[in-house]
């Protein structure tokens, strides 16, 4: 079993940037890789990117490619999204969540966090 908790969203400005935590309980969170969707009103959960167990690769959507980055630190048990150069349109709801494997298939993932709200103003 793995919870996991974001913290870290908030309002921003168009340009500006944002760094979104994921703490996870448990010991094995090494194990998992991690994966960052997002959900705006009205859309579908998007695929934001994902890391393997290790940190050794990354996979992003190429709607935030060159802008955001997910590194890991497994001796803390947490992941992070680094958002820059943040628009009006990366306004959403952010999850992060735990699998077996490093995906941008939702379903694949097997623990979800609660969400942040990250809200850009133009």
């Known amino acids: 079993q793995v919870q996991l908790v974001e913290s870290g969203g908030g309002l921003v400005q168009a340009g500006g940037s944002l760094r979104l935590s994921c703490a996870a309980s448990g010991r094995t969170f090494s194990s998992y890789a991690m994966g960052w969707f997002r959900q705006a009103p009205g859309k579908e959960r998007e695929f934001v990117g994902t890391?393997?167990?290790?940190?050794?690769?990354?996979y992003y959507a190429d709607s935030v490619k060159g802008r955001f980055t997910i590194s890991r630190d497994n001796t803390k048990n947490t992941v992070y999204l680094q958002m820059n150069s943040l628009q009006p349109e990366d306004t959403a709801v952010y999850y992060c969540?735990?699998?077996?494997?490093?995906?941008?298939?939702?379903?694949?993932?097997?623990?979800w966090g609660q969400g942040t709200q990250v809200t850009v103003s133009s």
């Open positions: 969540a735990a699998g077996r494997l490093a995906t941008m298939r939702p379903y694949a993932y097997t623990y």
């Open positions: 890391i393997n167990w290790n940190g050794g690769s990354e």
